[in-house]
């Protein structure tokens, strides 16, 4: 799992160090800088982000002022060169708070705490119990209720997942791999790297090609004996 991260800060040089700590940990990559909260908006407002490195002090707007006008940001790890706002930080339910200077050791230590945070957010995002004809998942800060029957396919575009349903597209950040784990397999069968289809929604193959009615969804060449194999199911009647 990868962070999406941006950086919240006034000072170019607290910046640059930030991205360069981001640069060396392999979970986290850097989205997007501003100078202060009012530029950063627009950022934040982007899907898939996971994490702000906040600052206190910034003209216009501190940190904290910027948390306490804003709904269903992000996770944010505080950082600033004035100890004595640590409680306040942790009052406001912060991941971390990093005071200025400091290692980077002490910031991947905040920033594992975020990766663990994420992680469970991502295992409780998907509910999908045996028995059960719906699942939830979280999209846009919302918690969505979708039918497995309403499910047509899933495509995988980069850190993300589109689930293709009869009435909507939600994007949610999340992994093909994860959506699989929680799918009933009798029903959905992953028919290439970047796709998951719904087996009770295919109208014909024709090649390497599914119609699901309202889309085509292409096989991949090394899933397809097992594909055509699994859709079949010993019910195909040739005369």
């Known amino acids: 799992m990868v962070l ?3 950086i919240v800060d006034d000072e170019p040089i607290a910046r640059k160090l930030l991205q360069e700590y981001i640069e060396e940990i392999d979970f986290l990559a850097l989205v997007g800088t501003a100078e202060n909260p009012l530029k950063a908006v627009e950022l934040i407002n982007q899907p898939g982000v996971d994490l702000i490195f906040l600052d206190v002090n910034m003209p216009k707007m501190s940190g904290f002022q910027f948390l306490r006008s804003t709904a269903n940001l992000p996770m944010v790890i ?3 060169a004035y100890g004595q706002y640590a409680v306040d930080g942790f009052e406001m339910a912060v991941i971390d708070y990093l005071v200025k200077p400091f290692s980077l050791e002490r910031f991947l230590k905040a920033t594992q705490k975020a990766l663990e945070l994420a992680t469970l957010k991502q295992k409780q995002a998907v509910s999908a119990n045996t028995g059960s004809d719906y699942f939830y998942i979280k999209c846009d800060g919302k918690i969505e209720r979708v039918g497995y029957n309403e499910l047509i396919y899933v495509e995988a575009m980069a850190n993300y997942i589109i689930l293709h349903t009869v009435s909507k597209k939600l994007v949610v950040y999340l992994t093909i791999k994860r959506i699989q784990e929680e799918l009933p397999p009798n029903t959905f069968l992953q028919v290439h790297k970047s796709y998951i289809v719904n087996i009770d929604k295919i109208q014909s193959i024709e090649g390497h090609v599914l119609d699901l009615g309202t889309a085509q969804v292409s096989i991949g060449l090394s899933f397809y004996d097992k ?9 195909f009647y040739k005369r």
Do not use: A, E, Y
């Open 78 to 80: 505080m950082t600033t």
């Open 227 to 235: 594909v055509i194999g699994k859709i079949l199911n010993g019910k």
């Open 4 to 6: 999406q991260c941006i």
